[in-house]
């Protein structure tokens, strides 16, 4: 739709106003290089950019309004118009979202934040919608998707004029619920702001972005954005958030936000929704869950005591939308698996799994699942992302070693790091948790309480397979989904299942050249 400028002043708390009073706006962005005639270009200060920087560009590709923090220059014509206003970032989202309709207001919108178990709840939650005969989009950290579309994601929360635009055309699509992963960054940049939620969902907080925010306590304040902020200023109809009680910010917030309705759901001490009956296995989860509503029988094809923990979160708020008992039940038993979370790989040379387990939290609770289904030697193959959170990278490593029985030390995307350095971080952890560093020489197949270094992560994962048992489990962790390495800015194609997949091959293809009588026998 289109808005003039009297319609625009209001909703940005405008400071001043210069140029071009009958400027039309029909879109809105943040970058230059995506705007189109009639566009509003909302100029932000970034920590590598300046917005203020690239109004000229925005300008010659048609932008009929600037919103920015500064002044026009001395030279500005006023032939459109120029809004200065305290926070450009504060404002966009308000403004876009009138600008694409309101179109948070005409679909069912489900926020999931916490460190921990977000995507996984995405697929659980679309699923359960699919077999409700609802139309679910999904914005999150593996894609942004809906009916005929499918846009890799960048972020986990795009920017505001983004999400804006996004749910103005999966509204265009038919889509009826969307399920949005809410990271603690988009919330303090202010990106869901102008989105109206039905629903929200605290999975957990554990140790991770310390780098962004100042300690623990800046981080929870920064999710507990959503539910003391975002939900209560919704204009939906009862708004509701579902929280985990195993977790301790989770209680925490509990007591917190007692304005608005919500539903608990844990492991133990008799939430809103908990198991009666858990039986876990290689194969998957079989339980039977009590909730305000019913007894439900479930049974899934998720590994792991965390995934039940997710599908807690994902029953919570279906049963609260209303969504039907057969349908729920459905949508859990299809989910296989999801992309990068605890994946198996499909080779022929032994047990081997990747998961985006990147926080401490994660990789305790991924090997912990590993070692249930390991009745040999468990090994782990990890590393640290560069350019982040630098205090969580020993703490990974004694989790690595707490959990497994061989460490393999290795790159993640270093970034702009000497990738050296955050080996030597992660090391430190290792050998605290009194593991011994041996050669990658070593004869043995296994070697309990052992570590190796090998930086590059192809040769890592080709070592780490050479070393299987029949009976032995290898974890590929901390970068999942992620089909890129990072070094030095340049993303160069990587994916550890592709990888794992190649090296196994090309190993059994080696083993098969010396002895071809073994045929294809799984070794």
Same mark, same amino acid.
């Given at each position: 739709?289109?808005?003039?400028?009297?319609?625009?002043?209001?909703?940005?708390?405008?400071?001043?106003?210069?140029?071009?009073?009958?400027?039309?706006?029909?879109?809105?962005?943040?970058?230059?290089?995506?705007?189109?005639?009639?566009?509003?270009?909302?100029?932000?200060?970034?920590?590598?950019?300046?917005?203020?920087?690239?109004?000229?560009?925005?300008?010659?590709?048609?932008?009929?309004?600037?919103?920015?923090?500064?002044?026009?220059?001395?030279?500005?014509?006023?032939?459109?118009?120029?809004?200065?206003?305290?926070?450009?970032?504060?404002? &966009?989202?308000?403004?876009?979202?009138?600008?694409?309709?309101?179109?948070?207001?005409?679909?069912?919108?489900?926020?999931?934040?916490?460190?921990?178990?977000?995507?996984?709840?995405?697929?659980?939650?679309?699923?359960?919608?699919?077999?409700?005969?609802?139309?679910?989009?999904?914005?999150?950290?593996?894609?942004?998707?809906?009916?005929?579309?499918?846009?890799?994601?960048?972020?986990?929360?795009?920017?505001?004029?983004?999400?804006?635009?996004?749910?103005?055309?999966?509204?265009?699509?038919?889509?009826?619920?969307?399920?949005?992963?809410?990271?603690?960054?988009?919330?303090?940049?202010?990106?869901?702001?102008?989105?109206?939620?039905?629903?929200?969902?605290?999975?957990?907080?554990?140790?991770?972005?310390?780098?962004?925010?100042?300690?623990?306590?800046?981080?929870?304040? %920064?999710?507990?954005?959503?539910?003391?902020?975002?939900?209560?200023?919704?204009?939906?109809?009862?708004?509701?958030?579902?929280?985990?009680?195993?977790?301790?910010?989770?209680?925490?917030?509990?007591?917190?936000?007692?304005?608005?309705?919500?539903?608990?759901?844990?492991?133990?001490?008799?939430?809103?929704?908990?198991?009666?009956?858990?039986?876990?296995?290689?194969?998957?989860?079989?339980?039977?869950?009590?909730?305000?509503?019913?007894?439900?029988?479930?049974?899934?094809?998720?590994?792991?005591?965390?995934?039940?923990?997710?599908?807690?979160?994902?029953?919570?708020?279906?049963?609260?939308?209303?969504?039907?008992?057969?349908?729920?039940?459905?949508?859990?038993?299809?989910?296989?698996?999801?992309?990068?979370?605890?994946?198996?790989?499909?080779?022929?040379?032994? %047990?081997?799994?990747?998961?985006?387990?990147?926080?401490?939290?994660?990789?305790?609770?991924?090997?912990?699942?590993?070692?249930?289904?390991?009745?040999?030697?468990?090994?782990?193959?990890?590393?640290?992302?560069?350019?982040?959170?630098? &205090?969580?990278?020993?703490?990974?490593?004694?989790?690595?070693?707490?959990?497994?029985?061989?460490?393999?030390?290795?790159?993640?995307?270093?970034?702009?790091?000497?990738?050296?350095?955050?080996?030597?971080?992660?090391?430190?952890?290792?050998?605290?948790?009194?593991?011994?560093?041996?050669?990658?020489?070593?004869?043995?197949?296994?070697?309990?309480?052992?570590?190796?270094?090998?930086?590059?992560?192809?040769?890592?994962?080709?070592?780490?397979?050479?070393?299987?048992?029949?009976?032995?489990?290898?974890?590929?962790?901390?970068?999942?989904?992620?089909?890129?390495?990072?070094?030095?800015?340049?993303?160069?194609?990587?994916?550890?299942?592709?990888?794992?997949?190649?090296?196994?091959?090309?190993?059994?293809?080696?083993?098969?050249?010396?002895?071809? %009588?073994?045929?294809?026998?799984?070794?």
């Amino acid at each position: 739709m289109s808005l003039v400028i009297a319609d625009i002043l209001p909703l940005l708390q405008a400071q001043e106003f210069w140029g071009n009073r009958h400027a039309v706006v029909e879109g809105v962005s943040h970058d230059s290089r995506s705007v189109r005639p009639k566009f509003a270009f909302v100029a932000i200060v970034g920590d590598k950019a300046d917005g203020h920087d690239f109004v000229l560009k925005a300008v010659e590709k048609g932008a009929s309004v600037i919103v920015a923090q500064k002044k026009p220059p001395e030279n500005f014509d006023g032939k459109i118009a120029w809004i200065k206003v305290r926070d450009s970032r504060k404002v &966009m989202g308000p403004l876009a979202a009138s600008v694409y309709g309101k179109p948070s207001d005409s679909i069912v919108l489900i926020g999931i934040t916490g460190t921990n178990g977000k995507t996984t709840t995405t697929f659980l939650l679309e699923a359960i919608l699919k077999q409700a005969n609802f139309v679910p989009g999904v914005i999150g950290t593996i894609s942004h998707r809906w009916p005929g579309v499918e846009i890799a994601a960048s972020n986990t929360t795009p920017e505001a004029s983004d999400i804006q635009k996004m749910l103005s055309d999966m509204c265009q699509a038919g889509v009826t619920h969307v399920i949005m992963e809410v990271s603690s960054h988009g919330l303090v940049m202010r990106r869901l702001d102008g989105c109206n939620f039905d629903a929200a969902i605290f999975s957990n907080l554990t140790h991770d972005h310390l780098d962004f925010h100042k300690n623990m306590e800046d981080y929870y304040a %920064a999710k507990k954005i959503l539910f003391e902020e975002l939900l209560p200023q919704s204009s939906k109809q009862n708004p509701f958030a579902a929280i985990n009680m195993d977790d301790f910010y989770g209680r925490r917030l509990a007591k917190e936000v007692s304005s608005i309705t919500t539903i608990n759901y844990g492991l133990t001490n008799e939430p809103d929704v908990y198991p009666v009956r858990t039986n876990m296995s290689r194969r998957g989860i079989n339980a039977t869950i009590k909730t305000p509503f019913d007894f439900l029988e479930i049974e899934s094809n998720l590994v792991g005591v965390f995934n039940l923990s997710n599908i807690l979160a994902a029953l919570s708020v279906s049963l609260e939308l209303g969504i039907p008992k057969e349908a729920i039940l459905e949508g859990v038993k299809s989910v296989n698996s999801v992309p990068g979370r605890l994946e198996r790989v499909n080779t022929r040379v032994g %047990a081997i799994f990747v998961d985006y387990a990147h926080t401490p939290n994660a990789l305790k609770n991924v090997l912990a699942a590993m070692r249930k289904i390991c009745d040999g030697n468990l090994t782990i193959v990890m590393g640290c992302g560069g350019d982040r959170d630098k &205090m969580k990278r020993p703490i990974m490593g004694v989790e690595a070693a707490t959990g497994s029985d061989f460490v393999v030390i290795t790159s993640d995307n270093p970034r702009s790091e000497d990738p050296m350095a955050i080996i030597r971080q992660i090391e430190q952890g290792v050998v605290d948790s009194g593991f011994t560093k041996v050669s990658m020489s070593s004869a043995q197949t296994t070697i309990a309480k052992g570590y190796v270094v090998i930086p590059d992560r192809r040769e890592a994962i080709r070592w780490a397979i050479s070393k299987l048992g029949p009976l032995d489990v290898m974890l590929i962790a901390g970068k999942g989904h992620e089909t890129y390495q990072e070094i030095q800015g340049i993303r160069h194609p990587f994916d550890d299942r592709v990888i794992a997949l190649e090296e196994s091959e090309n190993l059994l293809s080696k083993i098969q050249y010396k002895n071809p %009588a073994i045929g294809g026998v799984e070794i």
